[in-house]
T-cell receptor, first 114, second 112 residues
């Protein structure tokens, strides 16, 4: 247990569905991250939030929409996804932004788009 | 374009062997390099390196960074089956914003 939880752990959705991934951290951290990990690609940073403010959006398609209502919760809203979006989505948190602050990863959500 | 290259991509050894994993990088405004171990899903942190030539050690694992040649190595001595995992190298740079770049990982399998 790293103190970062993600739900659901597995999700299967059609291309016309709308779903949301949830991440919650109980570590008192100020920074939260969404990563995508595909079978054959390196871990890719998608979004970074620091004190609820989005600081990075690494050219992520608009069909992925993040939301950070407070420093403990992070959502990733999904709509009209493509099959190539099937991947493991990892949430992480750290004391502040920057890899010098150890990131604690959640268990991930395995997403399959059909 | 910032990138991180790891080698080998896959490695099979027997218990007791020593392994060296390689990570080379090109990144704008390098700040730090990190090693992670990923067994099932979530990566777990191993080392952070910011200064060249200073070895970080934790038990049987050690790592060192060469900022001049832009690479790092992760050594594991007396390997055990529990060391089987994917080892990820990540680099933190700054290019008009935060930029974390991960390598593809090295899949290590330690056989009994």
């Amino acid at each position: 247990e790293t103190g970062v939880t993600q739900t659901p752990r597995h999700l299967v959705m059609g291309m016309t569905n709308k779903k949301s991934l949830k991440c919650e951290q109980h570590l008192g951290h100020n920074a939260m991250y969404w990563y995508k990990q595909s079978a054959k690609k390196p871990l890719e940073l998608m979004f970074v939030y620091n004190f609820k403010e989005q600081t990075e959006n690494n050219s992520v398609p608009s069909r992925f929409s993040p939301e950070c209502p407070n420093s403990s919760h992070l959502f990733l809203h999904l709509h009209t996804l493509q099959p190539e979006d099937s991947a493991l989505y990892l949430c992480a948190s750290s004391q502040s932004v920057g890899l010098e602050y150890e990131q604690y990863f959640g268990p991930g959500t395995r997403l399959t788009v059909t | 374009e910032d990138k991180v290259v790891q080698s080998p991509l896959s490695l099979v050894v027997h218990e007791g062997d020593t392994v060296t994993l390689n990570c080379s990088y090109e990144v704008t405004n390098f700040r730090s390099l990190l090693w992670y171990k990923q067994e099932k899903k979530a990566p777990t942190f191993l080392f952070m390196l910011t200064s060249s030539g200073i070895e970080k050690k934790s038990g049987r694992l050690s790592s060192i960074l060469d900022k001049k040649e832009l690479f790092s190595i992760l050594n594991i001595t007396a390997t055990q089956t529990g060391d089987s995992a994917v080892y990820l190298c990540a680099v933190d740079g700054w290019d008009y914003g935060q930029n974390f770049v991960f390598g593809p990982g090295t899949r290590l399998s330690v056989l009994p």
